[in-house]
């Protein structure tokens, strides 16, 4: 289809820009650590508790299927299956207003449940560089498919977010609307490999007994080490049987 790639279709809408709000990632794991802690004080524990007894409790279930694998629910079993019910309301007003504990006071199971905040804090942070991997891939990684131009707004500094993001973003969509050259630079097209090659052609390699889909993989195939290794053997055995 003209305009597609395997990564996905051609554009639907014909008048589109694309903004990323980027971020460098130590700013934002600040950020999705505070977002972490603020679920928590909006309720996040009881919201689980209330998941986990109308689907988990005594019931047969496997982590590993499922919602039951969802970031934000399986990093909280260990704690969820160890304390019930009573403890979250201690540890709900210790969160409220921790300086009225002193650190003897602190509940075990609130020492408990940090490690499975500290848990999902890393299981998020890195959900979010694949999330950044995606977006590369999906906007910027193939120069055939018909995509927008991206431009790049950094939030690191929400200080000057007006300078950096909110003007930016308004002066290219005016230019964008009234047909000027846009100023901010959009992000170049990544290089991949095998860029304009067919990738659903089935090749079959008599040598080694295996199928591959596509030509850049059959490509890498040809050139590899254990497919020459293989070709030379069975010229070697060839010979050594025309010899004899």
């Given at each position: 289809?003209?305009?597609?790639?395997?990564?996905?279709?051609?554009?639907?809408?014909?008048?589109?820009?694309?903004?990323?709000?980027?971020?460098?990632?130590?700013?934002?794991?600040?950020?999705?650590?505070?977002?972490?802690?603020?679920?928590?004080?909006?309720?996040?524990?009881?919201?689980?508790?209330?998941?986990?007894?109308?689907?988990?409790?005594?019931?047969?279930?496997?982590?590993?299927?499922?919602?039951?694998?969802?970031?934000?629910?399986?990093?909280?079993?260990?704690?969820?299956?160890?304390?019930?019910?009573?403890?979250?309301?201690?540890?709900?007003?210790?969160?409220?207003?921790p300086?009225?504990?002193?650190?003897?006071?602190?509940?075990?199971?609130?020492?408990?449940?940090?490690?499975?905040?500290?848990?999902?804090?890393?299981?998020?942070?890195?959900?979010?560089?694949?999330?950044?991997?995606?977006?590369?891939?999906?906007?910027?990684?193939?120069?055939?498919?018909?995509?927008?131009?991206v431009?790049?707004?950094?939030?690191?500094?929400?200080?000057?977010?007006?300078?950096?993001?909110?003007?930016?973003?308004?002066?290219?969509?005016?230019?964008?609307?009234?047909?000027?050259?846009?100023?901010?630079?959009?992000?170049?097209?990544?290089?991949?490999l095998?860029?304009?090659?067919?990738?659903?052609?089935?090749?079959?390699?008599?040598?080694?007994?295996?199928?591959?889909?596509?030509?850049?993989?059959?490509?890498?195939?040809?050139?590899?080490?254990?497919?020459?290794?293989?070709?030379?053997?069975?010229?070697?055995?060839?010979?050594?049987?025309?010899?004899?």
């Open positions: 289809m003209p305009g597609a790639s395997n990564l996905g279709g051609p554009k639907r809408f014909e008048h589109v820009i694309i903004f990323w709000l980027q971020c460098e990632q130590v700013t934002l794991n600040q950020r999705l650590n505070k977002r972490v802690d603020s679920m928590v004080k909006d309720g996040l524990l009881e919201e689980i508790r209330t998941f986990y007894e109308e689907n988990v409790l005594n019931r047969n279930v496997d982590y590993e299927e499922g919602m039951l694998q969802t970031i934000g629910f399986k990093e909280f079993i260990p704690y969820l299956e160890k304390y019930d019910k009573s403890y979250d309301t201690l540890i709900n007003k210790f969160v409220e207003a300086e009225l504990f002193n650190e003897e006071e602190i509940p075990e199971s609130y020492k408990s449940l940090l490690k499975c905040l500290e848990e999902l804090k890393m299981v998020t942070q890195r959900y979010s560089k694949r999330q950044l991997k995606w977006i590369k891939n999906r906007f910027l990684g193939s120069e055939q498919r018909e995509v927008p131009n431009y790049a707004l950094d939030t690191t500094d929400v200080s000057k977010w007006k300078e950096a993001v909110y003007e930016p973003a308004e002066e290219a969509i005016l230019a964008y609307i009234n047909d000027e050259p846009i100023k901010l630079k959009p992000l170049e097209k990544l290089k991949r095998g860029e304009g090659l067919n990738e659903e052609t089935n090749h079959y390699c008599e040598t080694c007994d295996r199928p591959f889909i596509g030509d850049f993989q059959w490509q890498l195939h040809l050139k590899s080490k254990k497919h020459r290794h293989k070709l030379a053997s069975i010229a070697k055995k060839a010979k050594q049987l025309k010899q004899e």
